[in-house]
């Protein structure tokens, strides 16, 4: 038989099952918030709305440049902005799942909505100013989730996991922008 070298107990995980199961029967009405949960839930909550925000804005600008995109050779830019449309509709369940989970409720009321959101709503004039304004957009998103993600840390490793998978798909997403802006008008930009 093994025997059981005592550096075990010093291991936190390995604390009462008795005591785990206590607590988290008398806290049951808080969901999957446990007391190991490192921050306050209502600071998480507050800050994934302006997330949320912020990519329910991208759903709309990518879908309007998807609808308006027009003009010679457009159908691959139109691709692109739908998929990506898709991509950030995607996100924003995810982060809107992950408000819920908190005990929050997600806000998807259009009232207010730039103001809680990091990224803006433009139009774009044709077709390189559309692209333009996703790749700022983009930008603006890779810094604020890249903050957040710092913040999360380890005190809130699920939403921070969560937010690094979108911040990596932003990613991707503002390199494609960037391709796209090299391949018609042949230089990286940026004017404005
Ligand atoms: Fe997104
Ligand atoms: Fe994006």
Same mark, same amino acid.
Do not use: W
């Given at each position: 038989?093994?025997?059981?070298? /005592?550096?075990h107990k010093a291991q936190?995980? %390995?604390?009462?099952?008795?005591? %785990?199961?206590?607590? &988290?029967? &008398?806290?049951?009405e808080?969901?999957?918030?446990?007391?190991? +949960?490192?921050l306050d839930p209502k600071t998480a909550i507050d800050i994934l709305?302006?997330? %949320? &925000?912020?990519?329910?804005?991208?759903? %709309?600008?990518y879908t309007a440049h998807a609808i308006s995109a027009v003009g010679i050779n457009s159908s691959e830019v139109k691709a692109e902005f739908e998929q990506h449309a898709g991509d950030e509709a995607e996100h924003m369940?995810?982060?809107?799942?992950r408000i819920n989970e908190l005990g929050g409720k997600p806000n998807l009321n259009p009232e207010g909505l730039?103001?809680?959101?990091?990224?803006? +709503?433009?139009e774009g004039a044709d077709l390189v100013d559309m692209i333009?304004? /996703?790749?700022? &957009?983009?930008?603006i998103a890779i810094e604020s989730y890249t903050e957040i993600i710092r913040f999360f840390g380890d005190k809130d490793v699920t939403s921070r996991v969560m937010l690094e998978g979108i911040l990596a798909k932003e990613e991707e997403h503002a390199s494609d922008m960037h391709d796209l802006l090299v391949a018609r008008e042949g230089r990286p930009m940026l004017s404005k």
């Open positions: 038989m093994l025997k059981r070298s /005592n550096s936190p995980f %390995l604390s009462d099952v008795k005591e %785990l199961r206590r607590r &988290a029967k &008398a806290s049951m808080k969901g999957a918030v446990t007391t190991s +949960y490192g709305q302006s997330a %949320l &925000a912020t990519e329910i804005v991208c759903v %709309l600008r369940k995810q982060i809107a799942e730039m103001t809680r959101s990091h990224s803006q +709503y433009v333009k304004e /996703n790749l700022l &957009a983009e930008r």
